[in-house]
């Protein structure tokens, strides 16, 4: 019969190496999601630049990482719905679309 301490060291040895073969796991997992802080700074005086943040904030958020962004300087005026109604970037959807999937998203702006 074997004895309490050899009992033990078994349980031990199990939950360790059970551990650490959960463990790299859940480390990758951790480290493929990623936290961003976009930073926009231009506004409508280009429209383009200033479409960059609320796209690329979208398509980080789809890809599954934490987003946040920070409107500083003329980019503060993007928050007011007059202005992200007529500002249309070349090449991409109208800036209120970008704007209106990061609310959907729920990607917190700072303005």
Not at 2 to 22: D, Y
Not at 35 to 54: D, K, M, Q, W
Not at 61 to 77: C, K, N, S
């Given at each position: 019969?074997?004895?309490r301490r050899e009992v033990s060291q078994h349980l031990c040895t199990a939950m360790l190496t059970s551990a650490a073969v959960a463990s790299p796991v859940a480390a990758a997992a951790d480290e493929s999601k990623q936290r961003f802080l976009l930073i926009g700074l231009c506004g409508s005086e280009n429209p383009?630049?200033?479409n960059f943040p609320f796209a690329w904030a979208a398509a980080l958020q789809e890809a599954g990482h934490e987003v946040r962004i920070e409107l500083?300087?003329?980019a503060t005026v993007l928050m007011r719905?007059?202005?992200a109604?007529?500002?249309t970037p070349v090449g991409w959807p109208p800036l209120s679309q970008a704007i209106a999937?990061?609310?959907e998203h729920k990607i917190p702006i700072f303005v």
């Amino acid at each position: 019969m074997p004895t309490r301490r050899e009992v033990s060291q078994h349980l031990c040895t199990a939950m360790l190496t059970s551990a650490a073969v959960a463990s790299p796991v859940a480390a990758a997992a951790d480290e493929s999601k990623q936290r961003f802080l976009l930073i926009g700074l231009c506004g409508s005086e280009n429209p383009t630049r200033a479409n960059f943040p609320f796209a690329w904030a979208a398509a980080l958020q789809e890809a599954g990482h934490e987003v946040r962004i920070e409107l500083a300087g003329d980019a503060t005026v993007l928050m007011r719905t007059v202005v992200a109604a007529n500002i249309t970037p070349v090449g991409w959807p109208p800036l209120s679309q970008a704007i209106a999937k990061v609310i959907e998203h729920k990607i917190p702006i700072f303005v």
